[in-house]
Every structure is written in C-alpha cells, then in structure tokens.
C-alpha cells in the first residue's frame, strides 16, 4: 500500500473497473428482489449537496443489500425537464439571433434531442463520481420509446374513464414562459409592496365600502365583494350591488366564510378570474370569470379603453392614479408580502383562466389513502403520513397539460368543427371514428407536465404496458428515498397511477429525508452565496476559483463575502480534495431521521481524518501480516484476552449494524462504525496486538491467534463500511482478504457480515473493561500532571483486592506496555505512601509518586500562566454575554457557542487550579 491515503489514485479507477464487469446488475433470479428507484434527476441538471446526500443513502441501502445477497436492483434514469431544458436550447439559439420559432416544431425538437446526446447528462457523469451503483445497462429516460408509449397508454386509458378532461380553470401562469407551471416551480419571495384601501361606491349612490387589495389592476376584472355571513356591520349590505369603479359594472355584494371580519375592513374584493381562493368563492356563487390579461401580462380587451395593451404593473399606477382622481383611494400602507416567482423565469406569475387538460384525482386519491392508512406503505419517520393524508383528503384536480414543445405531446386531435378525439395516433383516431383523409385533423399543441411521466416511473421504466419479466420481477419495489418537498408532487401521485395500472403499490416504504441546510440552519441557495458543490469538496478548489463560483451572479454579494472570508480562514489555499468516502460518511453521519442536516466543512475534514486512520491501521496490518502465518491453515492458535474481547465487540457492531441500516438510521450506523473503527480497533486493540507481536516471549499460537485477529476484524471493518465508502474498502479489501482466507473479486459482491453469537465473550469484555480503566487511569494522571506520554513510571496501587491482583498479573503485559509503566508496587491500607497523584479505579487507589517526575517551579510557572490566559478570555466571553446588543442581535447559534465557551473555560480552569493546589503541596 502507498504510504499516504490518496482518493484520486483509486475511485475512479475503481468506479471504471466494478461498471465495466457489471457489478452493479441483478445478480439473480433466486433471490429476494431488493429494488429502488432513482427519483430521476433533471437532464439539464448539476449534481448538488441535496442529490450527492440522496445517492449516498440510496446507494447504502443498494451496496448493503447487494451484499446480503439480495437480487438488487437500483434503477438509473433522467427527466426530460420540459421547460428547463427549453430553456436551455432556447437561450442557444438567442445565441445564433434565432427563435424556436424561426426552426419551427419539428426542427426546435430535433434541436433539443440532439443537445440531449451531446450535452446533457452530466449529472449521471457526476453520480459516477460519487460511487452511485446504478445499474446503468438498463438506464431509462423519460421520453425514450418505452417511457413515451407508457405515458400515451395511461393518458388514453385515463380519458376513455373520464378522468382526464379539458377544461377551462385557474392555473399558475408564467407570462415570460406562456406556459402553466405546477406549484412545485413557484417559488415564494418576500417583497415590500403596498396595500392600496379604495372606495366602493353603492349602486344606489348613499355610501360605499372601502377594501383593500395589494393588486390594484386586478379590480378591473373584481365581479363581487364579499363580507362574511355573520359581520353585523355589513348585514343589511348583503344583496345590494357596488358600483364598480372604472367599468361601471355593477357587482354584488356577497356573504362567504372565506371573509377574516377581523382584517382590514372586513371586505374583500372578489376577483375570480386572478385570484385561487377568489376562484372557489366564485364558484360557490356562481360568479362571472372575467380574465383582463393577455398570456404575457398585459391588459386585455375585456378592461377599459384606457388600460387595454398596458403592462399590469404599468396598468397598476394608472389604476391607483384613476382612484385617486377620482377621490376613491382612502389611504395607502407599506406592507410586506409574499410574491410568486416562476424558478426558471424569476417572473411574477399570474393565476390565470386558460383551457387546460385535468386529471380528476378524488377517484384515484382514496385507494392511494387507504394504501398508507392499511400499512401496505410504510412512511419513515411514520410521522410524515399526516402530512400525506392532509393533502390526499383536499386534493384539487391536477393541470397536466404544458404550453411548450418539448415534452409529450398530448394525444389529442381536433377537426375544423371543434371535436375533440384522444387516441394513441392520429391513425386510431380516423380508424375509430371513420374519418376520412378529406377530414383534416391537427394534433393538440400542449405537452404533458414532467411530473405524468414521473408518476409512472416505478413501472413505466421496467417495461410497463409489456407485462415484461422486470415488471414481475421488481415491482413493487422496496423503498422510495426522497426528501419531503415532493410527497405531493411525485410521490402521492405514483401511488395513485401504480395502484391504477398494477394494481398494487410502486414501493413497500418511504423513506423521508430531511434537506441539507449551511452550518448555521440556512437553506442553501445561490442568492444566498452559501452553495457547496459536492465535487469541489471531493476534487479540491483553490480559494480563487472557489470565490469566482460563489460570487458569479449572486443578488447578496455580502454573504458571498461572508463566505470568503469564513472560507479563507480555515483553508487558506482553498478547500483540500477530501474524497468522495469523507463526503459520503459525513452524509451518512449527518443523516438524522426526517430532520434537515447542517454541513459543516469540519465534520467533512474529521472524516477525511478518519480515511486517513483506516488507510494507517489497514498499512500496519499489512505489514505484520504479509508472508506471515495468520492462521489460515490447520496450525493450531490461540487468542489472548485482547482478540477474544475484539471479536466479541466485533459481533455486537454487526448486529447494530444491521439494525440500524434496516431502520434507515444511517446516522447511528455511521457513529457505531466509527467508534468501533477509531477507538476499539484502531486506539486498542491494534496497541493491544502489538504487545503480543513484539513480545519474544509470546508462543507462536499466540502469535498466529493475534495475525489471524487483525486481519479477520479488518475485513469484516471494510465489509461493515462499505456501503458508506465504497472506494477506500474496496483498495484495501483487495490487500487483506487473501489474508484473512476469504475469496472473490470485489467487496462489492462479499458477504455482508452477521453477527456469530458464539464469539460475544461477555467475560473478556469485562476483563478489558478492567484493563482499560487502569490504562487510563494511568494516562489521565499523565496529562493533568503534563508527564511525557513515553516516560516510564513507577506506579503505587492502594486498596486493591486480591482479584485485582490477579488480574493485573494475568494482565500484565498489556497494561505495563500502554501504561509505560517501570514497575508496581503493592501497598498495604495501612501503608503511608509519598506525595503522589492520584487516580481512582472504582475504591482502588493508583498513586504516581511525583519525587524526581517534575520540576516544581517549572510546573507551577506553566500552571499560572495557562490559568492567565483562561481567566482573560473568560473575561472577556463574560462581557460579550453581558451585552445586551450582542445577545439580542447575533444569531442564536453564535450566543449558545459563546456560551459554550464558558462552559468549556470554566471548567478547565477549575482542573488547573486544583493541579496548581496539588503541585504547590509538594
């Protein structure tokens, strides 16, 4: 093995090697088939901190259950992103001074396909870089042949039972992209706006109401104001009719339990048309739907003369300087509101009236409920569930439909008397209906929302409407990992088409995870400058290059400074290569149940630290094992107290191991692997192994028993943490595994480790426990008293038991190795022992006699200026906490840190003190 652990010298070159044998396909039909779906990534997309934490939890449980001999299955594949990969080719073209428009249909999409092949998919590219084990022989992508012919078949089938149909409603509607976008592309954002209060006149001319609205132009298409049934201000007003001021239409005065009596006046202008919840107000009255605006936002002709062809921002001061000649505009408030904003556009998006074509769900929500409430799909953590049934028991009709090109194309056709016919090709239409060719037909303009085609992922991507042998095989499959964001969006809606189409569930469970936020809670984002891009902490960037990415564009250049200078401060030269194994046991580390996950760049150096401790232990084995006899053959051997007590606690990570993989709390399986990996193996027993390897008294059973130890707990380590890190086991399992008689190409295909019960050695556990408190009762003595590590010293024991005696004898070997101790001596209660420090083992006394060990005046010097130092800067946290502002202002993480530090000092000075009290006696 290399001296040093160096990532870029094995991931790729293993990733190349397990792809190109085909590792990562089923390995076979006779075994329980473990299946998971990718939630397909964006074709257009970059790998980011969410996704990179996704893939290393999906491919745990893929790498975990691959081992444990399962026929695994993870499904790679990509969407087609309608309006962001559109958008992609569309600025292309804006490059060339062209339009989708000047290609036409056919040629924009032949555009698009043949950017597809050649640009897009990076992010598979980057999947591979983290060690996804997708299997991507049977790769799938959402408008090849199979997918589409799925999609084609489950819109068909849907309209012959009337649950798809056309129809004219509110959507949300992006004016720069002419298109509806879904709820999921909206994206809120807090602005300062203002409330405008105008002046209703009554019909009659003997009053009016005052309401208020932060859309002005919108009452231009207002078609009631309503007040709620049992407003006693406002009783007598329910049935008049307003006056409606600028249109001269008159409008009723409605009573509706929508109204808050408690904000503002307690009227509220009812604008159906623009408005959702003025929409389901409108439709409980049978109120007109009277849309003002154009697809791109501006004023249409249903609006006055003075408006028409406005901009509606434009139309919005002309409307509140209209009111206010007028005398109708009461007053004016600053107000802050949240705005929609289209993802991809950052336009203000309108609810807006449009013939689109809908999903009626209510039939298809129920028996996806009942699947959840029958325990056939398990939510974890099992709270998210009332989330679920929240949404399913008030769920809306789905818009399906998208004014784009990109995308598949509804199948729909009209002839020139407005007919409308849904078939599987144009051919089926005439065939069905007898038209002829002297029937002209044109196809609907519209493409399917991204999210119809996702909804049939789980089986349209195993051959789906084919009744094929994956499709038999794999479905349902064994768990969905997604974050929460998108319960609605994609997975309630495959549970409705898999329970549809298969008539059973897509997945057995749902594992929900939380989203990946900064170190101080934020959401990651660009405009926030606090973005990761995962393959800069595995790769490496210098300061520059890493300063250009944050700051490009960013709308908060202040935090982009923030980050900087945070950044310089702990890697000056930029961020280090920490290796995708470091990245992945942080993910898997940080991975609490359902809760969102700080990343700190700390707890990734830590782990590349850990790397680094493998790989050292992994080279100290190696070279105390090879061409060593390690106990493979018949010669006899035997265990020392350290290799029973090792493989003991070795059995009892396996089964926690186990256990906790299988419950998805892959943060306690990452902590259990890590303490038994640094502390048991690496601080003890490998220390342990070397007193018996370098004693030349050791017989050669003894000897072989310990080779045979190291090697055998080092393989099952690298199995255990495998589906963690993937690249680093690999490397060194290849090296020990001949070592410890175990036999085959790849960790990734060996057996996933069980527990033996007949190696948990409850006596030899208890034994060390005993050893390792008096080790470190020694060592503890050492450092409050700042004696060398390496110094031997003579140790005094007082108030011992014969069977503490005993042990130590049996036990010596160890103990006066790790302890560095020169000799001990055995005290009887009565004796009076020199001025010694002192170190209890539960009621025995260890004494260090401290004659000769330091130098007093030297030790007492260091003593007072350490406590110094400590006392100042306790003084100075004091202040900090003492002043108001800093307590009240800074953020939350930042005081408890402080405070924190407090308790840290505090406590270190109370250790120093009593150590100064203790030398100063002597």
């Keep these: 093995m290399d001296k040093s652990y160096d990532p870029h010298a094995i991931e790729q070159r293993w990733y190349e090697e397990w792809e190109a044998r085909g590792y990562f396909a089923p390995q076979g039909s006779g075994q329980t088939p473990y299946c998971i779906m990718i939630p397909p990534p964006n074709v ?26 399962d026929d695994t299955l993870w499904q790679a594949g990509s969407d087609h992103a309608g309006i962001a990969t559109q958008m992609v080719v569309e600025r292309l073209l804006n490059a060339e001074g062209k339009t989708r428009h000047d290609l036409g249909r056919e040629a924009f999409v032949e555009r698009v396909w043949q950017w597809k092949e050649e640009s897009g998919g990076n992010i598979t590219r980057q999947l591979r870089r983290m060690g996804a084990s997708l299997d991507w022989s049977r ?6 042949e199979g997918l589409s012919h799925a999609v084609q078949e489950v819109f068909v089938r849907l309209h012959e039972e009337g649950l798809i149909y056309r129809g004219k409603r509110l959507v949300n509607w992006d004016p720069v992209l002419h298109t509806a976008i879904s709820d999921l592309e909206v994206v809120s954002e807090e602005r300062q706006g203002q409330i405008w209060h105008f002046r209703y006149p009554l019909a009659e001319g003997d009053g009016y109401l005052v309401v208020a609205t932060t859309r002005p132009e919108t009452m231009l298409g207002d078609t009631a104001v309503a007040v709620h049934p049992a407003d006693a ?30 904000f503002g006046t307690g009227c509220v202008k009812i604008t159906p048309a623009h408005d959702f919840n003025d929409y389901a107000v409108g439709q409980r009255h049978n109120l007109p739907l009277i849309n003002i605006f154009t697809p791109d936002a501006r004023i249409n002709n249903e609006a006055p003369d003075a408006f ?36 991809r556009s950052g336009s203000v998006i309108e609810p807006y009236l449009t013939d689109q074509w809908y999903v009626k769900v209510a039939p298809l929500a129920e028996p996806a409920i009942r699947a959840v409430k029958d325990g056939r799909i398990r939510f974890i953590p099992e709270n998210w569930n009332k989330t679920y049934f929240e949404w399913m028991r008030n769920i809306e009709d789905w818009c399906i439909s998208r004014q784009l090109w990109w995308g598949h194309r509804i199948p729909a056709w009209y002839d020139d008397a407005g007919n409308v016919y849904v078939a599987r090709s144009e051919a089926e239409v005439r065939n069905q209906h007898g038209l002829g060719d002297d029937v002209a037909l044109r196809q609907d303009e519209d493409v399917l929302d991204t999210w119809f085609s996702s ?47 298969m008539g059973d569930v897509p997945f057995r469970e749902v594992y929900i995870h939380g989203l990946v936020r900064d170190a101080e809670g934020q959401k990651m984002s660009k405009s926030k400058g606090n973005v990761l891009d995962p393959l800069d902490l595995i790769d490496g960037i210098s300061l520059d290059d890493l300063l250009a990415k944050r700051t490009r564009g960013l709308m908060q250049p ?17 961020i280090p290569a920490f290796g995708t194994d470091a990245l992945r046991f942080t993910f898997a580390a940080l991975a609490t149940t359902g809760r969102d996950i700080r990343f700190d760049l700390g707890r990734i150096e830590g782990n590349r630290n850990f790397c680094n401790k493998i790989w050292n232990a992994a080279r ?3 070279m105390n094992t090879e061409g060593q006899d390690t106990g493979l053959g018949d010669a006899s051997v035997t265990l020392s107290l350290a290799d029973r007590w090792v493989l003991s606690r070795l059995q009892r990570l396996a089964q926690e191991a186990q256990t906790q993989i299988e419950a998805y709390r892959f943060d306690l399986l990452a902590r259990a692997l890590y303490e038994f990996t640094w502390h048991t193996y690496c601080d003890w027993y490998l220390e342990l192994a070397k007193t018996v390897l370098t004693d030349e008294q050791a017989s050669a059973e003894a000897q072989r028993g310990t080779r045979r130890t190291l090697v055998r707990v080092l393989d099952t380590v690298l199995r255990l943490l495998h589906p963690i890190m993937p690249y680093l086991t690999e490397e060194i399992w290849q090296q020990v595994a001949p070592l410890a008689g175990e036999h085959g190409p790849t960790i990734l295909l060996h057996p996933y480790p069980e527990a033996d019960a007949a190696l948990i050695d409850e006596a030899a556990e208890s034994e060390m426990e005993w050893v390792q408190q008096f080790i470190l009762a020694v060592r503890r003595i050492r450092a409050e008293m700042d004696i060398a590590p390496g110094k031997p010293l003579p140790l005094l024991v007082q108030g011992h038991t014969e069977a503490e005696q005993s042990r130590y004898a049996a036990h010596r070997g160890f103990i006066d190795a790790l302890a560095r101790l020169s000799e001990v001596s055995w005290l009887c209660a009565s004796e009076n022992p020199p001025e010694s420090a002192t170190a209890l083992l539960g009621e025995t006394r260890l004494l260090i006699p ?52 407090v308790r840290d000092m505090e406590s270190a000075l109370t250790r120093l003190r009593e150590q100064h009290a203790r030398i100063q006696a002597l």
């Design 139 to 144: 790769e799938r992508f959402t408008m090849d």
């Design 850 to 901: 401290l004659a000769g060990l330091i130098d007093k005046d030297v030790e007492l010097a260091r003593l007072t200026k350490e406590i110094g130092k400590l006392e100042n800067g306790l003084k100075q946290s004091h202040g900090k906490l003492a002043n108001e502002n800093f307590v009240a202002r800074a953020p939350v993480e930042v005081v408890e840190q402080e405070r924190g530090r």
């Design 233 to 262: 201000r406002y009783h007598d007003m329910v049935g008049r009719s307003i006056r409606l001021p600028l249109t001269d239409r008159l409008i009723p005065i409605i009573a509706d339990e929508y109204v808050d009596p408690e």
């Design 558 to 574: 202040q935090m982009a400074e923030r980050i900087a200078e945070n950044t310089r401060k702990e890697y000056p030269e930029g």
């Design 44 to 69: 257009t997309g970059t790998l980011h901190m969410g996704h990179a934490f996704q893939d290393t939890l999906m491919d745990a449980l893929i790498r975990y259950h691959r081992m444990r001999g």
């Design 308 to 343: 028409q062809g406005l901009d509606r921002f434009d139309a919005r001061k002309r409307v509140v300087a209209a009111m206010k000649a007028l005398g109708l505009l009461e007053q004016v408030d600053d107000h802050k509101l949240m705005v929609p904003i289209g993802d």
């Design 620 to 622: 100290y084995v190696l």
């Design 455 to 501: 909804a049939l992922w789980p089986f349209s991507t195993l051959g789906w409407p084919d009744d094929s042998a994956d499709l038999k095989r794999y479905y349902p499959t064994s768990v969905l990992v997604t974050g929460f964001d998108i319960i609605f969006f994609w997975v309630a809606r495959m549970v409705m088409m898999g329970l549809k189409f």
